[in-house]
Every structure is written in structure tokens, then in C-alpha cells.
């Protein structure tokens, strides 16, 4: 999925990042974080990461999410007794194609992230970022945070870590059932600098304002956030990310059909994680306008132009439809997108028709 992702998408991110992030240098994590979820940030992001006017044929959807999952939901297990949050966000990555006359899915993608948010204000992590980032001692906050995200220990997930919030919204969930050493896929730590203006000794270790590392004890975050995303979404090294690395994890999960039958773990929490978060809103400290309103945001979706042609165009997506039905004829297309100036740059369908069986035709 997004295969067309590649070196010029991360450079172009990196830049993005040092452009709009870096207004923020004086902010805590939460504050500097929340940047990534504003409009101005979000528009520019989408068309990095998908900048062509339309899609193929079939009608096939693309969808970018991020989610706001500071302390909502968040992990209990028995290492620790105080509650863990799972990240600081979380994100979403769908690639579907359907058949736009029978209406069933051809094939599915997804992908989901964790990432745990961190500012670097001392001299020491500024000069080179480690993993958490953040001191980590006496089981504070740091500590279950890195626990949780080294090593995934069977867990109960809580909506909230708030006292009334006594009833599990899912027990033992095991993303490491055979206690396989980190790093694991599921979560990530992303890490910027807070402070005036650095000195050109630090510099060199911002790349990107946003830095990257796995969860992996004193790891350096030495991956920049364009990396970190292009990786994500290709489900392959991108950028500056080692070979043996792996960002995010594939999910059979669908946002808009459900959990299929033999859903793993992972799948389990990515649908709970989303419809925990359609269920509260953002901060208001952070987020103040309309658009930014909900803990859950499209970073990108496009649909195939095509198919928007088709169902604009009522009369020839009727049409289609009657040659289907009525001939148990199986309809596909071929596109040829515009070049020069034929026609006014207009794109070119053709159709073709094949004979299938009486019982293959359509319900």
C-alpha cells in the first residue's frame, strides 16, 4: 500500500515538520504534539502523501487517520497498579478497492501506529535523543509508558484511568504472547526539542523537528518523522530507517465494516482504540477550533475519480449496471489518464465485457 511513497515524500515531510512544528519551541509535549493535528499542518500532509488529482479504476479509497489518545484509553497489567497510557497518538492508514458494480471489496489494506510523545530539554538529550527520552524511575508515568511499549504484557483496556472508570472495555488483550524481545512494531517514540533557539552543535541531531526510535531502552531517535510515516505507510524501510526495523502493524480491522471473524489481538485494540476516541473529544486547552474538535481527525481520503465520474454521470453508471445484470457480462475498465492537450486534458475510459456463468451474475 502507497507504494508511490519514497525519499522525496520523507524529505518533503522533514521539511514540513521544520516549517510548522518549529513555531512551538517554547510548548510541552502535549502542545507541540497537538501541532500535528492542526488544519495547517493536516491539508499540507495530505498532499505530500497523495498529491494526484484522481485514482485508478475500480473505486478504490484512501484514508489517512490520527488519533488523540493521551490517557484515553489507557492499560492496566499486573507489573504495575496505576493505569498506562497506551501513546500519545495513534495512526490509521486504509487502502481499499471495491467493484463498482457489484459493490464488493476487491482487496484491503490497513495499517495502525502507536506513538508516544517526548520533549527533549536537557543538554544531554538534546545533544542525542534516547529512548524514553524523559527520566524514567521510582514507576513514574516514563516508566509504565516504556514497560508497556517494550514489551506489551498482557493487558486490561480501560476507556479512561479515572476512578469511575472501574469496568474493563476489553480484558487480556496479548499483543506478545511468546514474549518476543523488543523492538516490536506496535509502538514508536517520537521526540522534539523544547527550548530557544538551538545551538549549531545540537542542530545535527534535528533532522526533522520530530525525531523517531523504537521502543527500545536508550535507543537513539536518530529516525526523522518523515521516515517514521513513510515507513508506516508502505510497510517497508523508507528514508533512514535500519532494514530490520518494522513501523506499525498490518490490521484485517475496518473502520467501516467491523472486526471479521479471527481477528487478532491487534485488531481488537485498533477497533476499540477508534471507537473510544468517536466517543470523547480533544482537549479544549488545545484544540479550540471546529475542525479540530474531535480526538480522532482525516488526515487524507480520496476515492476514485472514476467512480465519482460513474455516479455523477447517473445515466452510463445505469447503464453499466443493466449490461451487468441483464447479460451476466463481468464489467472492467481500462483508464488512460490525460496527456497533452487531447480533448482539454480529458481522461479516457474503456470498457470491456466478458461472458461469465448464469449463477456468477449479480444478486
Not at 515507513?231 to 513501523?247: D, M, Q, R, W, Y
Request: with cysteine; hydrophobic share 35%; charged share 25%.
Amino acid at each position: 500500500m502507497f507504494s508511490w511513497l519514497g525519499k522525496t515524500e520523507v524529505d518533503l515531510i522533514d521539511e514540513l515538520c521544520k516549517k510548522i512544528c518549529t513555531n512551538n519551541t517554547k510548548d510541552g509535549e502535549l502542545k507541540q504534539l497537538s501541532v500535528l493535528f492542526k488544519v495547517r499542518f493536516v491539508k499540507k500532509l495530505g498532499r505530500i502523501l497523495y498529491p494526484f488529482p484522481y485514482l485508478r479504476p475500480h473505486t478504490r479509497t484512501i484514508e489517512i487517520k490520527i488519533g488523540w489518545i493521551d490517557k484515553i484509553p489507557v492499560a492496566r497489567h499486573s507489573h504495575f497498579t496505576q493505569a498506562t497510557e497506551l501513546g500519545d497518538a495513534v495512526f490509521f492508514a486504509f487502502d481499499e478497492v471495491i467493484n463498482p458494480i457489484t459493490g464488493l471489496s476487491v482487496s484491503f489494506d490497513a495499517r495502525a501506529l502507536i506513538v508516544q510523545a517526548k520533549i527533549a530539554d536537557s543538554y544531554a538529550q538534546l545533544k542525542n535523543p534516547t529512548v524514553p527520552i524523559a527520566s524514567a524511575r521510582n514507576k513514574n508515568s516514563t516508566e509504565r509508558e516504556l514497560y508497556l511499549l517494550e514489551g506489551w504484557p498482557k493487558f486490561n483496556l480501560f476507556k479512561t484511568g479515572k476512578s469511575d472508570s472501574t469496568k474493563p472495555y476489553r480484558t487480556s488483550i496479548e499483543l506478545n504472547p511468546v514474549g518476543t524481545p523488543p523492538p516490536l512494531p506496535y509502538g514508536w517514540y517520537i521526540a522534539a526539542p523544547k527550548g530557544k533557539k538551538m545551538k549549531s552543535s545540537l542542530q545535527m541531531a534535528w533532522p526533522s523537528w520530530w525525531m523517531a526510535a523504537p521502543a527500545i531502552n536508550r535507543y537513539s531517535c536518530n529516525i526523522t518523522f518523515g521516515s517514521l510515516l513513510v515507513s508506516f505507510f508502505t510497510g517497508k524501510p523508507n528514508g533512514n530507517l535500519p532494514h530490520h526495523l518494522e513501523v506499525g502493524k498490518k490490521t484485517v480491522w475496518n473502520y467501516r465494516t467491523g472486526l471479521p471473524a479471527g481477528a487478532s489481538d491487534w485488531d481488537k485494540l485498533c477497533s476499540d482504540i477508534y471507537q473510544i476516541l468517536l466517543e470523547n473529544s480533544p482537549p479544549q486547552s488545545l484544540f479550540t477550533k471546529k475542525e479540530e474538535d474531535k480526538r480522532i481527525i482525516t488526515i487524507l481520503k480520496r476515492i476514485s475519480s472514476f467512480d465519482r465520474l460513474l455516479r455523477k454521470t447517473s445515466i452510463a453508471h445505469n447503464a453499466i449496471k443493466l449490461y451487468y445484470y441483464y447479460f451476466n457480462k463481468e464489467i472492467t475498465y481500462d483508464f488512460i489518464p490525460p496527456k497533452g492537450s487531447i480533448s482539454g486534458k480529458i481522461p479516457v475510459f474503456i470498457v470491456k465485457s466478458t461472458q461469465i456463468s448464469p449463477d456468477e451474475g449479480a444478486d
